[in-house]
């Protein structure tokens, strides 16, 4: 029961698995934060766009 219990405690191969999935999810927090910052951008471009051209077609 004790040699079981230490190699237990010795085994680190799910603390890679957990570095890996909080790494991951740092990068997912990365790309939502910067697609929104992209899309709120994009969103004021095209309604620019689209003031523009609606000025330039109303005589």
């Known amino acids: ?3 079981t219990l230490s190699s237990f405690f010795k085994d680190e ?3 890679t698995a957990i570095e890996y999935g909080l790494i991951a999810a740092l990068v ?3 790309a939502i934060a910067a697609l ?3 899309g709120n951008s994009l ?8 003031g523009e051209l609606s000025n ?3 005589p």
């Open 43 to 50: 969103g004021i471009m095209f309604n620019s766009v689209a």
């Open 56 to 58: 330039a077609v109303s």
């Open 1 to 3: 029961m004790k040699t």
């Open 28 to 30: 997912s927090v990365a």
């Open 13 to 15: 191969s799910g603390a």
């Open 36 to 38: 929104g910052s992209l």
